[in-house]
């Protein structure tokens, strides 16, 4: 198990004397205009990172995305692409996919009914970082964060700037609410319940009373619909009537047969979805990229995790790379990438890493479990050297199965996520 330890107090002396010297020494380099302030600092860092050898193969990882996309960005690798370029082209194949409710076109918009896409790229050979955030009408999100990266002097637009600025470096404005997520949009807005809080994180929160079974009036259905997002057996009567309840008023909307039972459960347990790709080729090279709709029926304006340098992606040429999946309130907290990173660089294990963020997150809840319950955090993690794991706040999915992820070294492959805690998340939805 690795902890992370506190440096002893001598060295942070010691670290903060060198700085001082140091700021000193380019001080007196450029008022006396010399060349001596471009020499590196003589005194080695105690922390230097460790050092890594490139894979032999090149390494993807990334979540179950249901399409070729991973197999043709190793293509790329293997044809000596850009690592940023293979992430992305993952992304993007999620961006394109009308059915994929998380991310791009089709997304599941927020309270007022409008999508909003959330981004960010790291490029690792030339330590770069680019992200947009809460932008409307622009499908590739990922690639528009890799052309503010590369065509400006900005990490990050947000808003209408970055709709404005993808105008003008060509990409093409469109509605991406698609008619079905608008049918399910008005669904949620029919019946569903909003993020108005107090969030999970409030004293003032409680958890929801759970209605026992078959003591649910028809008439107040509307207005209870919140349920365990993984229900037990003795909450089923309770789930089956709401199903029936949502799926009867979906018809009634006009929402075709084959999306009622969809649209009910995101009504139910708004989607949480994102997608990250690390992408690691033999000269060691890596990137990372992140790409979301965020969460279903947010606030407008809400930012989440994946647009947030060092908390929904964060990779560093010496290291390794990291992105996240999940409640992205409580990866922005902790910065879960980077922290993953930063504790790759100190000497821990990408799966040790992973597990420790993961208890920093807990820890901010003091680990109380009637809280943790109700929130889900995925890690994809790569270290230079081609090591990679991912990691999962709770084991399993709502139907029992271990949390997978996807990796491609060659073999393309699902591999069971390793975890923090033995079970299900509750429900997305605190209130
Ligand atoms: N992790 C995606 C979000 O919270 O927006």
């Known amino acids: 198990m690795f902890y992370y330890s506190a440096r002893p107090p001598k060295e942070i002396m010691s670290t903060t004397r060198r700085a001082f010297l140091s700021r000193s020494a380019i001080l007196a380099a450029s008022v006396a ?43 790329l690798l293997e044809q000596g692409a850009d690592t940023l370029e293979a992430a992305i082209h993952v992304c993007q194949a999620r961006e394109d996919d009308p059915s994929d409710h998380s991310v791009g076109l089709g997304g599941l918009p927020n309270e007022d009914g409008i999508v909003e896409l959330d981004a960010s790229v790291m490029h690792g050979p030339t330590r770069r970082a680019g992200s947009v955030a809460a932008l409307t009408n622009i499908r590739h999100a990922a690639k528009l964060a890799d052309t503010v990266m590369r065509r400006t002097a900005h990490v990050m637009i947000v808003g209408n700037g970055a709709e404005k600025f993808a105008v003008a470096e060509g990409f093409e404005p469109e509605n991406l609410l698609t008619d079905d997520a608008r049918k399910i949009w008005l669904l949620w807005k029919e019946h569903g319940i909003g993020w108005w809080g107090p969030g999970i994180d ?36 309770a789930v089956e009537a709401r199903m029936r309840f949502l799926s009867d008023r979906a018809g009634r909307m006009g929402i075709p047969a084959r999306l009622r039972a969809e649209a009910a459960l995101q009504v139910l347990w708004p989607t949480t979805g994102t997608i990250h790709v ?69 000497g821990a294990t990408p799966k040790e890493a992973g597990l420790e963020t993961l208890r ?20 994809y993690i790569l270290r230079k050297d081609g090591a990679y794991a991912s990691v999962s706040l709770w084991s399993t999915r709502g139907t029992g199965e271990q949390k997978k992820f996807v990796v491609h070294d060659g073999t393309l492959r699902t591999e069971p996520c390793d975890y923090l805690f033995e079970g299900t998340t509750q429900s997305i939805h605190p209130f």
């Open 33 to 75: 205009g010399s060349a001596a302030a471009q020499t590196p600092n003589p005194h080695p860092n105690p922390d230097a990172p460790l050092t890594f050898q490139p894979p032999r193969r090149p390494v993807i990882i990334t979540r179950e995305t249901l399409d070729n996309s991973v197999t043709e960005a190793y293509a």
């Open 278 to 346: 690390s992408a690691l080729n033999t000269k060691g090279e890596m990137s990372g990229a992140t790409s979301t709709s965020g969460l279903a029926w947010k606030i407008p304006g809400r930012v989440g995790d994946s647009p947030i340098i060092g908390a929904g992606c964060y990779t560093d040429q010496d290291i390794g790379s990291a992105g996240a999946t999940g409640n992205g309130e409580e990866n922005i907290k902790i910065a879960g990438a980077h922290t993953i990173v930063d504790l790759m660089r100190r």
């Open 360 to 379: 920093r997150l807990a820890r901010n809840y003091n680990n109380d479990m009637t809280r943790l319950r109700y929130l889900d955090m995925i890690y």
């Open 202 to 237: 409030s004293p003032d929160w409680k958890p929801p009373v759970a209605t026992p079974p078959g003591a649910i009036p028809q008439a107040a259905l509307p207005s209870m619909l919140q349920l365990p997002r993984h229900p037990t057996r003795e909450h089923l009567p």
